[in-house]
């Protein structure tokens, strides 16, 4: 199990980094003009990926805090800052992951929703919902950029599986 977190937690930290050679691209007015995502723009599906990500379920892990924050809240306004923030939010999963014993592994979780309520989940499961959901909100944004008409990237699994076994 650790090792198929770990392996997701590298894919999640590897696909932001790629998406993001394509998002600096961007002018302004696309990076945050409504592009009919759910939360609307480039800059507002980045923003619900840090509250998402690493406000709400990454301490809900590591700290066994639940945060009351809004999903569409924009924490970032600055894009520059935004993407150091995800940066920085993706690379500490993969300590995070190390550091975890069986025993956490086949356990569950006991967390308040966003709504307040009281919630158990296996463990497992649920941090992978968390890489799940990234995969979810990056593919709209690839989705928001091919529309715009520029390029965007391919962030598929296996290619990092094949990056990462080239010699």
Not at 39 to 65: A, C, M, P, Q
Not at 145 to 152: F, L, R, V
Request: with cysteine; charged share 25%.
């Amino acid at each position: 199990m650790k090792r198929h977190l770990l392996m997701l937690a590298r894919y999640n930290a590897w696909a932001i980094r790629r998406l993001y050679e394509h998002v600096d691209a961007l002018s302004e007015e696309d990076y945050r003009r409504d592009a009919g995502l759910f939360f609307k723009s480039v800059h507002g599906t980045l923003n619900h990926l840090l509250v998402g990500e690493h406000l709400i379920w990454y301490v809900r892990f590591s700290d066994g805090i639940s945060p009351r924050r809004s999903l569409d809240e924009e924490v970032e306004t600055d894009r520059a800052r935004l993407k150091q923030s995800l940066l920085d939010g993706a690379a500490r999963w993969q300590p995070f992951i190390e550091s975890l014993d069986d025993a956490r592994l086949i356990g569950s979780l006991s967390f308040n929703s966003t709504k307040g309520v009281a919630t158990t989940l296996p463990f497992v499961p649920t941090l992978t919902h968390v890489f799940n959901h990234g995969t979810h909100h990056r593919g709209q944004i690839t989705a928001a950029i091919t529309a715009m008409g520029h390029a965007c990237p391919e962030l598929d699994l296996l290619l990092m599986l094949r990056e990462e076994a080239k010699p």
